[in-house]
């Protein structure tokens, strides 16, 4: 089965940098786009950013542009998100999410990881 597990998470202060990395297995990840989401305390998950199977062809929310950069590893199976200028408002608990479709409410547990929380705090 699909088994994603994030790592890099930690506390950073204002204007700070995290890289994030989700280890993927069991499924072929050169097969499939993926995605990074996000959920904020007493918040929704919200989507962050998203790149092909190819890795050449990053999408980002609004939010995030300019500040995060996707990429991946398809030798070593593993996705990132790194986080510069990070702001307080990026304080969340981040998911790698299998593919790059957009879920209104929640993604489904069964493609994305346990998380690795987020903190940016002075």
């Known amino acids: 089965q699909v088994q994603l597990v994030e790592s890099g998470g930690g506390l950073v202060q204002p204007g700070g940098s995290l890289r994030l990395s989700c280890a993927a297995s069991?499924?072929?990840?050169?097969?499939?786009?993926m995605t990074w989401v996000r959920q904020a305390p007493g918040k929704g998950l919200e989507w962050v950013s998203s790149?092909?199977?190819?890795?050449?062809?990053?999408l980002y929310a609004d939010v995030v542009k300019g500040r995060f950069t996707i990429s991946r590893d398809n030798a070593k199976n593993t996705l990132y998100l790194q986080m510069n200028s990070l702001k307080p408002e990026d304080t969340a608990l981040y998911y790698c999410?299998?593919?790059?479709?957009?879920?209104?409410?929640?993604?489904?547990?069964?493609?994305r990881g346990q998380g690795t929380q987020v903190t940016v705090s002075s």
């Open positions: 999410v299998q593919g790059t479709r957009r879920y209104t409410g929640n993604y489904p547990e069964s493609i």
């Open positions: 069991g499924f072929s990840f050169v097969s499939y786009g």
């Open positions: 790149i092909n199977s190819g890795g050449d062809r990053p």
